[in-house]
């Protein structure tokens, strides 16, 4: 899709750098002349905003890291310490907290982004796939960093989560001695914890790289879902136009972030968090972040510990085989009527899941998580395998600039409509 370069290095300097290291044609090529569909919507922002919070929870959190002390007896003082004592530190521990919160927000367009528009679909397998792993890293990153601050809910919440892994049989109580480095959640635990969690933003910083590099060879996705056949027509340079619309969007996505970190910090947070963590007091209802509610539901469904256990992993692990569950030739759900509906119904029982994960596990919300997991499963392993054997799709435009600017006029070539960029991208 990137094609052959077309980077001329016109100082002497770049010349001599492009023979030997030549990372500004890498950078020319994958950010400045790179075709991108003319036809994108602002839903193709987000992994430009997943980069840049990516970059910022890893600021915060080298900052961070230079104050806080990873032992049971001090993480907590350390804390307030930034909170209270450290220069600005008040804004690095807000910003690295409500980040991870705008971080999952972000992923989770992005991730229903792929399963509107099929995004997942061949050629792009292998990029759905290493975008499941970064999930995965994610979950662990933030896991883990919750339980830094060793207050209530990062006490017992490790201890919850640690001790599903006991449901195992035979390895279970071996793996979580092994987690928690002894007998119980304690210094041990938060030492590896704070070790993993240092190192983990660093690893899906990597595996982002795969990402990006497995999305230039095979190109964007786009609304309509049809790969794109003429560069010229179907696609503009990525730099002035989507670099611009990336950045509006950028600007838009941290108003909103600074309206959580400025007014409402503590808001998606848990308040027993701010009670140093005590193994002899459990609080009155343990519960992960909004972001890990929908598979504790999923978990919490299950009356058997270790089928809880299991059916979690698979909630993700569908995501993983998902392409080759999808048997729709078409894309985009904008021309599967049904398939459409099916996605809206899927994205509401997400949402009830993740709101009966804040529940407590008795009565009706058992029963209620039990009918939207069978729902959240459906989707993957019946819903999707059935509808691309028996819908009829609606017709798809010939090409990425038809579906923009109408169409051509009979063999001409010329495009009617809205108009055309001043200068038509050649490049690829
Ligand atoms: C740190 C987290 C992530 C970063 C920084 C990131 C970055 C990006 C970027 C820059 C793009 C191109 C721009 C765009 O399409 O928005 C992209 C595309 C994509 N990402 Fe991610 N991503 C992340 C996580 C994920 C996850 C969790 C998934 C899925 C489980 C995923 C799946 C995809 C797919 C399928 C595309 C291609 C979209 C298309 O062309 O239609 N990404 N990602």
Known sequence: MSGPSSYVPKLGIAKWL???????????DSFVAYPVPRNLNYFWTFGGILMLMLVSQILTGVILAMHYTPHATLAFTSVEGIMRDVEYGWLMRYMHANGASMFFIAVYIHIFRGL????????????WILGVIIFLLMMATAFMGYVLPWGQMSFWGATVITNLFSAFPIVGETIVTFLWG???????????FFSLHFLLPFMIFGVVILHVWALHV???NNPTGVEVKAVAKDTIPFTPYATIKDAF????FFAFFAYFLFFIPNYLGHADNYIPANPAVTPAHIVPEWYFLPFYAILRAVP???????????????LVVLPWLDTSKVRS??????ARQCFWAFAVTCVMLGWLGSRPAEGIYVTLSQLFTALYFAYFLIALPLLGLFETPKKLPGSIAESVLGKMKGGSGAVVGAAAPAEPNTKG
């Open 304 to 318: 058997d510990k270790l089928g809880g256990v299991l059916l979690m992993f698979a909630a993700i692990a569908v």
């Open 18 to 28: 492009d023979a030997r290291l030549p990372l500004p044609r890498l950078m020319y």
């Open 249 to 252: 969007a950028l600007v838009l």
């Open 182 to 192: 002894g007998y119980s959640v304690d210094n041990p635990t938060l030492t590896r």
């Open 333 to 338: 759900m904008s021309y599967r009527p049904l």
């Open 116 to 127: 509107y528009y099929g995004s997942y679909k061949a050629p792009r397998e292998v990029l």
């Open 218 to 220: 095979t190109g964007q």
